[in-house]
T-cell receptor
Framework: GQQLNQSPQSMFIQEGEDVSMNCTSSSIFNTWLWYKQDPGEGPVLLIALYKAGELTSNGRLTAQFGITRKDSFLNISASIPSDVGIYFCAGVPFLTSGTYKYIFGTGTRLKVLA | NAGVTQTPKFQVLKTGQSMTLQCAQDMNHNSMYWYRQDPGMGLRLIYYSASEGTTDKGEVPNGYNVSRLNKREFSLRLESAAPSQTSVYFC????????????FGSGTRLTVV
């Protein structure tokens, strides 16, 4: 099945640093979503993007819908210990947009060192 | 609190046993989904239900069946569990209005020995 390539797979950063991660696809997507998963919990929606070029913020988080519609980026500014977790991108492929069957990336595991 | 409730949270099965994972949402959402999460694989769609009375296969449906009992409930059944079905299972629901994200339950961790 179709997959989203998410990078990096994992990262260790110092508290206060900025974080960047991205997600790429071989095909066009209509919608990009970013989720965070805490240990033992289900993913929680952080940001949703609906238009190519769209830039949306949620507190210290900023995400962008790539111009080519094949990628998306998530930035976290001034990281804090509670940012630790797994970040997933998800998207709706253009060809299946009516079904809203989201495809998920493999995740970026973030660890913040105090 | 409103949301998606999954039961049980943990389960150990022997190979060949059957069980049903339960999911209920109280947000009046039309669409419901079952995903499995495996290390390094992300979340993969097993089955989904676009609305009450309809179900359809996702990416990895083999070995599973589903029932959309009513608008609130969407169950996942393993008829004859196999070790390859060891995973964390997530149920999710979505408001039918537009391309919005899912609301996920907290998951069921299933081990098949």
């Amino acid at each position: 099945g179709q997959q989203l390539n998410q990078s990096p797979q994992s990262m260790f950063i110092q508290e206060g640093e900025d974080v960047s991660m991205n997600c790429t696809s071989s095909s066009i997507f209509n919608t990009w979503l970013w989720y965070k998963q805490d240990p033992g919990e289900g993913p929680v929606l952080l940001i949703a993007l609906y238009k190519a070029g769209e830039l949306t913020s949620n507190g210290r988080l900023t995400a962008q819908f790539g111009i080519t519609r094949k990628d998306s980026f998530l930035n976290i500014s001034a990281s804090i210990p509670s940012d630790v977790g797994i970040y997933f991108c998800a998207g709706v492929p253009f060809l299946t947009s009516g079904t809203y069957k989201y495809i998920f990336g493999t995740g970026t595991r973030l660890k913040v060192l105090a | 609190n409103a949301g998606v409730t999954q039961t049980p949270k943990f389960q150990v099965l022997k190979t060949g046993q059957s069980m049903t994972l339960q999911c209920a949402q109280d947000m009046n959402h039309n669409s419901m989904y079952w995903y499995r999460q495996d290390p390094g694989m992300g979340l993969r769609l097993i089955y989904y239900s676009a609305s009450e009375g309809t179900t359809d296969k996702g990416e990895v449906p083999n070995g599973y069946n589903v029932s959309r009992l009513n608008k609130r409930e969407f169950s996942l059944r393993l008829e004859s569990a196999a070790p390859s079905q060891t995973s964390v299972y997530f149920c999710a629901s979505r408001d039918g209005a537009g391309a919005r994200g899912y609301t996920f339950g907290s998951g069921t961790r299933l081990t098949v020995v």
